[in-house]
Nanobody, 119 residues
């Protein structure tokens, strides 16, 4: 079955950096758009960044210039490099995989990894 396993979360001071990784298995990774979402307490889950199978990238305005998404198809892994972290970046970060075949959407989620930024 499909598994997305996030790692790299933790506690960091404001201004610091973290690198999240998401290792995927059970799917043809190169054919999927991969994304990072986050959900803070009491808030809705929101898109942080995504990268298509062709390499097109999209960022939330709040993270532009600070976060970088990348993928390594040989390792079936997507990364999120987070620099200049702010307390408002504190959230559970989720990895996602998406592919549309004809009219059917294949969507998978990881279990999430906690990122806490202290002020």
């Amino acid at each position: 079955q499909v598994q997305l396993v996030e790692s790299g979360g933790g506690l960091v001071q404001a201004g610091g950096s973290l690198r999240l990784s998401c290792a995927a298995s059970g799917l043809t990774f190169s054919m999927y758009a991969m994304g990072w979402y986050r959900q803070a307490p009491g808030k809705q889950r929101e898109l942080v960044a995504d990268i298509s199978s062709a390499g097109s990238i999209n960022y939330a305005e709040s993270v532009k210039g600070r976060f970088t998404i990348s993928r390594d198809n040989a390792k079936n892994t997507v990364y999120l490099q987070m620099n200049s972290l702010k307390p408002e970046d504190t959230a559970v970060y989720y990895c996602s995989a998406h592919r549309r075949v004809l009219t059917y959407d294949y969507d998978y989620w990881g279990q999430g990894t906690q990122v806490t930024v202290s002020s």
